[in-house]
């Protein structure tokens, strides 16, 4: 316990140094202070940006882009991966070709999202849906496949059902592979439609951080890459307490 | 164990517990040529027995198991169960313990044990009553709670035999429970199973690699061969029970096992 909390002060005490760094070079001039603002600085533009409306209004947008991405590739992407797995055929098949996809950065396509959506909610979404759908589709994939052939064979020998088997054996068995998916899914599918943001859009918070970034506004464009931040990590860490709930067997 | 309330209705009592198995075949079908796993297996099993599997590898013991409990269709011949085949697993007639690795890790102990009461939609409170019962019945009174993860390997296949008896099936078959268990550990489990069938009166069909745990355990043991698999030898084991760790360096039990080994190196 004692090591445990010595770990977190650890931790703590390596962001400290971060943020007390930052504010030195600032401060003392070690780096020019319109390039790097402060820390201090930098907290406190991003505490009066939160109070725009305007900015809030990115933010929902860009919350709303990602959540419509991320609904329609988790179930589509595990549908898909669903049936690469059960279906032998079909997974010689398709596997190979899903590895060459997923091994091609998805930003080069970004342009052809531009030029059949348009610049708005559905390109960006699109594109999120697109850098996202892969990595599902994989994870999915293994998941199926690390359900051992034994439970399957106790579910049949006691009589279960075929929805049975798949509330009782697949998804309990499955979860803490699916969660693991998700969280990771989420930075893709995150990725994506910032960066769809930042290349061509007229809202969300991408598109804020790019305009920041070419008007020099370092103190606005520092804040906005807290907020991402915070925001990433939040998300991934709130998935991150439900798989360990959900996979404390898994040893 | 509390009295079951649903076996199989239409059987006179008095024949709960037999197996016919007469003249079965098995041929699996391969894109090249037809492979016979079994042929022309008759074995005639009465109530409340004991009767153990033997045979190398690939003689087709776990297949024939497989095909008692439901699970796999016979090519040829007839498998009755109090009386009745049995096409698809019937859990009313017949409990299955799998090897070591069956529990399942996200559900505590007594959860794996009412897993065959839950698909049935048998409600909590008798779920978990008839589980205690069959915890208790195999040595593992307020282990309930834990998960398989926090259990020893013989532990786990105690879960594993509760599961199969939850139900008060009036066989039990058994594909290898004890195989990845130490030495140690196996012989203490042979006794406790020993100790439960005789509580129960199940008859028990056992699968197993070891010549000792067959002589040990069985009323009697039938010999298998592979290739085709079919039964060479059927041994009544006149041994007295309880069988004792003693037992096993007699004259009685050596030449049993030799008898079974002679088969086995011949076939093998």
Redesign the interface.
């Known amino acids: 316990m004692a090591d445990h909390l010595g770990l977190k002060i650890a931790r703590l005490a390596i962001v400290v140094a971060v943020f007390a760094g930052w504010e030195a070079l600032s401060r003392t001039g070690a780096v020019n202070p319109r390039l790097l603002p402060s820390a201090s600085d930098t907290l406190a533009t991003l505490g009066y940006l939160l109070q725009r409306a305007s900015v809030r209004n990115d933010l929902l947008a860009t919350a709303s882009e990602v959540l419509a991405a991320f609904a329609l590739a988790v179930p589509f992407g595990c549908l898909i991966g669903f049936l690469i797995a059960e279906n032998r055929y079909f997974a010689d098949v398709m596997k190979p070709l899903l590895f060459f996809a997923f091994s091609i950065p998805k930003s080069i396509f970004l342009p052809m999202f531009i030029l059949v959506f348009g610049v708005g909610f559905a390109e960006k979404v699109g594109f999120g849906f697109f850098s996202t759908i892969f990595i599902v589709i994989m994870s999915t994939t293994t998941a199926v496949e690390s359900v051992?052939m034994?439970?399957l064979?106790?579910?049949?020998?006691?009589?279960?059902?075929s929805a049975?088997t798949a509330f009782?054996?697949y998804l309990?068995?499955m979860?803490p592979v699916l969660l693991e998916a998700l969280r990771i899914s989420m930075i893709f599918n995150l990725t994506g439609v910032i960066l769809a943001e930042m290349y061509a859009s007229r809202d969300g918070i991408g598109h804020q951080i790019a305009t920041w970034g070419e008007n020099f506004q370092m103190k606005q464009l520092l804040a906005g890459v807290v907020m991402i931040a915070a925001i990433a990590m939040a998300f991934n860490e709130t998935i991150r307490w439900v798989e360990t709930r959900c996979s404390?067997?898994?040893? | 164990m509390q009295p079951l309330a649903n076996v199989t209705p239409l059987k006179p009592a008095a024949r709960a517990g037999a197996i016919q198995i007469d003249r079965v075949g098995q041929v699996f079908k391969t894109s090249t040529q037809d492979v016979i796993a079994l042929s022309d297996v008759s074995l005639d099993i009465k109530p409340g027995r004991f009767i153990v599997l033997v045979g190398p590898s690939g003689c087709g013991k776990s297949t024939l198991l497989m095909m008692l409990a439901g699970l796999r269709p016979q090519t040829s011949g007839t498998i009755l169960i109090n009386g009745a085949p049995i096409p698809k697993p019937d859990p009313d007639r017949v409990g299955v313990v799998f090897q070591e690795a069956s529990l399942f890790p996200w559900l505590t102990a007594e959860e794996n044990v009412e897993f065959p009461l839950a698909l049935r939609g048998v409600a909590k409170a008798e779920r978990r009553a008839k589980a205690e019962d069959a915890l208790k019945l195999v040595g593992l009174d307020g282990f309930g709670k834990r998960h398989p993860h926090e259990l020893s390997g013989g532990m786990k296949q105690r879960v594993s035999i509760a599961r199969g008896l939850v139900q008060d099936p009036p066989v039990l078959l058994m594909d290898e429970p004890f195989a990845a268990l130490d030495e140690q550990t196996r012989m203490t489990m042979g006794d406790e199973l020993l100790r439960i069938w005789s509580a129960t009166g199940k008859t028990v069909v056992f699968v197993t690699h070891s010549l000792t745990e067959a002589v040990y355990l069985a009323d009697e043991v039938a010999v298998m061969s592979a290739r085709p698999g079919r039964i060479v030898d059927h041994l009544q084991i006149p041994l007295p029970r309880p069988r004792t760790y003693e037992m096993l360096s007699g004259d009685a039990f050596g030449s049993l096992r030799d008898r079974i080994w002679r088969h086995i190196r011949k076939s093998a």
């Open positions: 051992k034994e439970y064979t106790v579910a049949r020998s006691y009589g279960a059902t049975q009782r054996v309990p068995s979860l404390h067997w898994r040893t």
